[in-house]
């Protein structure tokens, strides 16, 4: 089986933008060298190859020269124009990545994208994902389940447990990208890189809507003169007609509630 | 089986034409280097005279990333508020074939490692040569590197690693390494528009300029410059390095003080500093050279103290790209002829003999020293600058003085003996001559 790691090649020219980016200073960000060390990890606890992906122009090919020498056995690049739609790229990541039982990817990358790659290649594959991942336990057996621990807003954490095919993203703090040896170093430089030519098609996601309330009938003001119907939308101390105290029993209340949020227009 | 026939320690100028001529000889080459690309460590600011690429590289001016063609060179010395300059323009030097260019050498060194790659060199880079491999008879037989698994062996091992060379300290190449003979050099980046660059310095295009500088270093043995490239200047000063630890200055608060001066603030005004960088830079000419052969071993470039610096010849890239090439034949020839040893390689040796790389530094042996001695640096800018000063003073209604009244007063003024100007110039008439 593959295990596949997704990095970003970003020509990142530093915090001066340029009009002609130096691919010399170009790269993929920690996150996406953690998501290869991991994969690496599994790869070793397993007979699994460990294929590495990424999407740009020629000169993206030296980030995967990289991830080789340190033990990547694979490497596609993906020609297709960097600034496509991220499902699009996913897609076509997806097309290069047949029979992969695991996706690792970085939760960042260094031009600090959306970040949504990930989510849209799980949805292509239709597998779990679990994503911006800050801790994992591997497991001694690289095919049994294993726990994650997942940043949530607001500080919280939620712990996952993975036991089936799925894409995980990592922060870079995760893990350290092991350093290549010499040997590997060097015969990277050698191995073959296949290409893929993009398709461009898009990945098809369920239609989402954002939540919208429904409207609120709101009764007309009463007044004869502008001034008193101001004066009644205004005037916090006259009543608005709404609003009635009632002793009854729980059930009779609520009944009563309804009824009454029915007639001023807040329920059907 | 070595892992390769030659193993290239550095890809600056040097490193990168051994690997060509090595590799275009049909040598399996790795050249190592250690930082991400080549040039990325590069702190350069001067002028590269790459006639001898003529060689290696034909047409090398067509590709070669070059910031300004050189067309105007001066020499300028400084007193305390004067300033004489010897200026020279030829427009000639801004055409094929070319005389001197500025560049970046990040760029530069980069496109001349790219030359040895596309001649069949495999290019390492990011990975630090940590050592020298020796076989059962203490023969140079490879490296070590800083990478898990790193050793690497070869039939030769040619170390291009630059000033202060690790791998020929370590080949017991320099026996007497003396602080005396190298100078720190100190530069800053100003950014400034191109028309700025080209109305202040008297240009156009990719024309450039090389300003030479004696005096103005605060007292420190040494010297400045001032190089333009397209929308920067390099301003920076050369200061030896004895004498900067001795007298406790800082080198920023010396270039500080040089572009206060009268001469040089309108040339940098409104420059933003984008780079500030040193660089130990071996001065001291064949004086200070290593021994540049050993069994399985050259050493070449910087690492090999090629540099010249002799007052209006500053010159350093063209000898390590010489030196590199003959160094990438020489081993090429040894390999061929299955003996690699101290003896077979000497043909490098015989080879820099026979050209300008030892010819020049031969005839200009006492220059450096002469150059750098206190009598030039602190009593001769300030009698030039006096001479001069008072030859073109107008101080009607007194009749003018006779030269040679102004040259007589303004020696004694400095403080120079006349049997001390005599040696100084048989010296300088003997080196330059």
Redesign the interface.
């Known amino acids: 089986m593959t295990i596949a790691v997704c990095i970003k090649w970003v020509n990142y020219s530093g915090p001066v933008e340029s009009d002609t980016p130096d691919e ?1 200073f170009a790269g993929f960000s920690f996150a996406d060298q953690a998501a290869l060390e991991w994969a690496l990890r599994i790869a070793e606890k397993s007979a699994d190859e460990v294929l590495v992906l990424t999407a740009g122009p020629v000169g993206a090919e030296a980030v995967l020269r990289d991830a080789l020498s340190r033990g990547a056995h694979r490497a596609v690049r993906i020609d297709i124009d960097l600034t496509s739609d991220s499902s699009v790229i996913a897609r076509s990541l997806v097309g290069a990545m047949s029979q992969a039982r695991m996706v690792w990817c970085g939760d960042y990358s260094n031009d600090r994208g959306s970040g949504s790659v990930p989510s849209f290649i799980a949805a292509e594959l239709n597998i779990d994902q679990a994503l911006g991942l800050v801790a994992l336990e591997l497991p001694e057996n690289a095919n049994a389940s294993f726990t994650a621990v997942r940043r949530l807003d607001g500080g919280r954490r939620e712990q996952l447990l993975i036991s089936g095919p799925a894409v995980l993203s990592v922060e870079g703090s995760t893990i350290r990208l092991r ?8 015969s990277a ?1 050698k191995q073959e890189i296949q290409v893929i030519t993009a398709t461009g098609d898009r990945v098809e996601t369920p239609a989402l809507r954002p939540y919208r309330p429904r409207p609120r009938v709101t009764l007309a003001p009463i007044g004869l003169t502008a001034l008193e119907r101001v004066k009644h939308i205004t005037d916090t101390s006259s009543s608005k007609g709404h609003g009635e105290t009632v002793h009854a029993e729980p059930s009779v209340a609520a009944t009563l509630i309804l009824e009454s949020l029915r007639k001023w227009g807040y329920l059907p | 089986m070595t892992d390769a026939d030659i193993i290239v320690v550095g890809a600056g100028p040097a490193g990168s034409c051994a690997a060509i001529a090595a590799a275009r000889s049909g040598k399996r080459v790795v050249l190592i280097e250690r930082g991400p690309f080549p040039g990325s460590k590069n702190m350069y600011g001067g002028v590269i005279y790459p006639r001898i690429l003529d060689e290696l590289i034909p047409q090398w001016f067509e590709t070669a990333p070059i910031q300004r063609w050189v067309i105007r060179r001066s020499t300028m010395v400084l007193s305390d508020t004067g300033a004489l300059n010897i200026d020279y323009r030829s427009n000639a030097w801004g055409q094929a074939p070319y005389n001197g260019a500025t560049a970046y050498r990040p760029d530069f060194d980069n496109w001349l490692a790219q030359q040895a790659v596309a001649a069949g060199a495999d290019l390492i880079c990011s990975t630090t040569v940590t050592g020298l491999l020796r076989d059962d008879q203490g023969r140079v037989c490879g490296v070590s590197t800083d990478r898990p698994d790193g050793d690497l062996t070869a039939s030769v091992v040619i170390a291009c690693d630059g000033v202060n060379s690790f791998l020929a300290k370590q080949a017991g190449l320099y026996p007497n390494a003396n602080a005396d003979n190298y100078t720190l050099g100190v530069k800053e980046t100003l950014s400034l528009s191109k028309h700025i660059i080209d109305e202040r310095f008297g240009v156009r295009d990719n024309q450039g300029v090389d300003i030479e500088i004696l005096g103005g270093t605060s007292g420190v043995n040494g010297g400045g410059f001032i190089y333009t490239n397209l929308d920067t200047i390099a301003v920076g000063v050369v200061l030896k390095l004895s004498k900067l630890s001795a007298q406790k200055k800082r080198p920023e608060d010396i270039i500080a003080e040089l572009k206060r001066h009268p001469a040089i603030a309108p040339l940098v005004e409104g420059g933003e500093v984008v780079e500030y960088s040193a660089h130990l830079i071996p001065e001291a000419g064949l004086e200070m050279m290593p021994k540049m052969v050993a069994d399985g071993l050259l050493i070449a470039g910087d690492a090999a103290a090629l540099c010249l610096a002799a007052g209006i010849w500053l010159e350093g890239v063209n000898f390590a790209m010489a030196s590199g090439m003959y160094a990438g034949q020489s081993a090429s020839a040894a390999i061929d002829a299955s003996n690699v040893s101290a003896a077979s390689l000497k043909s490098y040796t015989n080879r820099l003999n026979e050209t300008f790389v030892l010819q020049d530094h031969k005839k200009l042996r006492k220059i450096p020293h002469l150059v750098l001695s206190d009598r030039v640096q602190h009593r001769y800018p300030a009698f030039v600058t006096g001479v001069v000063e008072r030859m073109f003073r107008v101080d009607n209604p007194t009749p003018k003085p006779g030269v040679r009244r102004i040259v007589r007063e303004e020696r004694k003024k400095a403080g120079i003996k006349l049997s001390e100007l005599v040696r100084d110039a048989l010296t300088g008439l003997k080196g330059f001559g």
């Open positions: 010399r350093r290549a040896s010499l040997k590997n170093t060097m430089s």
